[in-house]
């Protein structure tokens, strides 16, 4: 840290961990992101999680349960989260593999590293928590797990050489898919007490920010009742998903969370 008064300012080392949000910056700018915004009523969904965890100690993860209705959804409209590949066809894929955000500490600095979840849309609430928590245990020591080391290691690359990675990674469907995943949860709501949106920078096919929860009036019938609405946006890599695939998705990803899909009532 250096210090001039004469300039009134202090000069910092740039954290190394920042440059991939750098990165992401990069990659979002050679895509056409689309964005949508909207609400989902989530009252009976964390009615029963507040209940469960009253009546049994089970502690369900609502980003768990957010992830397993994404995943859901994303399978049932499966172009919304294909690639290409370097000839420039699609890979639809049959599996949904999300990539989520965990607070993790690389050397020293407090920052986020990526969590894979594989096979997410064949997976319950339950063993998705699980995998949630089991992941935030691992990286709560002072390094953090192996992919806060190997995050380490990668952000020390010449930018130019982590872009050929890049460029190389995003044309090999199966790698992008098995390492990057092709879906991104970020969950936001933590930050905004309240209602409110998060546009995320967008650098896979399909992103979903889970933004916060307001109560506010709804129709519900034909009576106005207060409810939870979660603030929900979706970004979409235009070049690939088209509006109507991107509807249906909204579609089933409303419906699900609404029924509370994969919660069962005690």
């Known amino acids: 840290m250096a210090a001039d008064s004469r300039k009134g300012y202090t000069l910092e080392r740039f954290p190394s961990v920042r440059r991939l949000t750098v990165d992401a910056g990069w990659i979002v700018s050679r895509r056409h992101n689309v964005h949508g915004l909207f609400e989902i009523d989530v009252t009976g969904a964390r009615r029963i999680i507040k209940e469960r965890r009253a009546a049994t100690g089970e502690q369900i993860s609502f980003t768990g349960f957010m992830v397993h209705c ?77 992919e806060a080391e190997y995050i380490s290691r990668f952000v020390r690359l010449p930018a ?18 098995d390492m990057f995943g092709t879906v991104a949860v970020t969950a936001v709501g933590m930050f905004a007490g309240g209602g409110g949106w998060g546009i995320p920078f967008g650098n896979h096919t399909l992103n979903v920010a889970i933004g916060g ?16 609405c979660l603030s929900v ?34």
Request: with cysteine; net charge neutral.
């Open 70 to 146: 994404i995943a859901r959804a994303a399978a049932d409209a499966p172009h919304i989260h294909a690639c290409r590949d370097w000839l420039g066809r699609l890979a639809v894929f049959h599996d949904v593999n999300v990539n989520t955000m965990i607070s993790a500490e690389i050397d020293g600095e407090l920052t986020v590293v990526p969590l894979i979840i594989r096979a997410a849309d064949k997976k319950s609430v339950e063993q998705i928590s699980y995998e949630i928590r089991a992941a935030q245990e691992k990286n709560s020591t002072a390094r953090g797990g192996p």
């Open 213 to 228: 929860v307001a109560r506010k009036p709804a129709a519900v019938g034909d009576d106005i009742i207060i409810r939870d």
């Open 233 to 266: 946006t979706i970004t979409i890599d235009h070049d690939i998903v088209d509006g109507a695939p991107a509807a249906r998705f909204v579609s089933r990803l409303r419906e699900s969370v609404e029924s509370a899909s994969g919660l069962s009532e005690i």
């Open 160 to 177: 130019a050489v982590r872009r050929l990675f890049y460029r190389w990674l995003y044309r090999k469907p199966a790698l992008l898919h």
